[in-house]
């Protein structure tokens, strides 16, 4: 069932004092193309999702920040002036982000909020960013006078992650949280911040996810070595192509070139990186011809790159994305950063019923429960609701 502003606001007042606040919204995201990318400075091709994190929130006058996540019926109060902060992860990203907000010279002042979600946790759709976004929005409305732009806002979230939960992502799920729009994917140059907004209509063609449900966990995880793997390679390239900045600028011969030098895993964990860059921009070509067979194609190959060079797919995603080739779905891959999560897959209309009802059934069938379905339906990025 979608969440709605009702579902947030009655237990805010049931919370706190009776009165209600502001209420803003941010979803979270897919990603068509582009994985593990975005932190080598390369292309990502995101679009928002409808999905996502409202909060409701009222200033109260003091330094603290109250919040209570109606999800985990958890309730957390802490100084925005207390340097440690919270121990409660959830409540670390709220802290955080007002902490950034702050060293941007936005003065946010105690509040009190209530929150929730329907983005599936741990299912590669970017609820933390969701919840970072929607945070970081409603501090520049409420005391920032909006002048902080969205993608500082999207840096913002980014850097709560690096400093206050330890995962250094890269900026593709807060950009996509804040700047999404209705019917559209994005394009984004990670190096460059430039971005181009992709009118998304599919004709014969559904997005659809399939979550394994196996939860996924980011924070001081493999997520962080494969991103040490790309810049010890990028470094070692570098000391013979001074002009390589990150694995964006290189190219498959300067890999050989270095093979000596690295690790075979750090070698493989590059490769990869190298074929997802050029692999975005073929789709992006192919997208402007209207040739989904061609997107298909690379879904699958960015599968299986994920899967047996960046090895951050599991057994389950495999055997999704098997299901997938089996069914003859026109594109299928691991969605996010891997472990776990969810499968994006482009199926065709006619396809689709079939598609839907073979994985549950094969699914359950090996794992002894269904994965979960959800239609992708591109939605619009942080705003207030009311
Ligand atoms: C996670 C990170 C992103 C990105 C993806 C993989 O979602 O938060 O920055 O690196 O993994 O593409």
Request: aromatic fraction near 10%.
């Amino acid at each position: 069932m979608k969440l709605t502003i009702e579902d947030v606001r009655s237990r805010f007042i049931e919370h706190f004092d009776g009165t209600t606040g502001s209420v803003y919204a941010s979803p979270g995201r897919i990603n068509l193309i582009g994985e593990h990318t975005d932190y080598n400075n390369g292309f990502v091709f995101p679009g928002a999702v409808q999905q996502g994190m409202i909060a409701e929130i009222k200033p109260n006058g003091t330094r603290n920040v109250r919040a209570y996540s109606i999800d985990l019926k958890d309730y957390v109060e802490f100084s925005l002036d207390d340097e440690k902060g919270p121990k409660a992860t959830w409540a670390r990203y709220i802290f955080g982000v007002c902490r950034e907000m702050m060293a941007l010279g936005v003065p946010v002042q105690g509040f009190n909020t209530a929150f929730a979600g329907d983005v599936p946790l741990g299912a590669g759709m970017s609820s933390s960013a969701a919840l970072e976004s929607c945070f970081a929005f409603a501090c520049n409305d409420l005391w920032g006078e909006n002048k902080i732009s969205k993608m500082d806002l999207a840096k913002v979230g980014q850097a709560t992650e690096h400093k206050y939960i330890g995962c250094n992502c890269g900026i593709m799920d807060q950009f996509a949280s804040v700047h999404g729009k209705a019917g559209s994917l994005m394009r984004l140059d990670c190096r460059s911040g430039e971005f181009e907004y992709f009118p998304w209509n599919p004709k014969g063609y559904k997005l659809v996810l399939v979550n394994s449900c196996v939860k996924h966990e980011l924070a001081g995880s493999p997520y962080n070595d494969r991103r040490l793997s790309c810049e010890r390679v990028a470094a070692v390239i570098a000391k013979h192509h001074p002009e390589v900045e990150s694995l964006r600028d290189a190219s498959y011969e300067m890999l050989e070139e270095v093979k000596g030098e690295i690790s075979e895993e750090d070698a493989k964990r590059a490769a990869y990186v190298i074929g997802e860059r050029d692999r975005v921009l073929a789709v992006c070509e192919a997208l402007e011809k209207g040739d989904y067979e061609t997107v298909g194609e690379k879904m699958y190959e960015t599968h299986h790159g994920l899967s047996k060079e960046y090895e951050v797919s599991c057994e389950e995603l495999d055997f999704l994305n098997d299901i997938a080739h089996e069914e003859h779905v026109t594109g299928s891959r691991i969605m996010g950063g891997g472990f776990g999560g969810c499968t994006i897959n482009l199926v065709s209309e006619e396809l689709y019923d079939n598609f839907v009802k073979v994985v549950k059934t094969k699914f359950k069938e090996k794992y002894g429960k269904e994965p979960i379905i959800i239609d992708v339906v591109i939605g619009d990025g942080s705003r207030k609701l009311c």
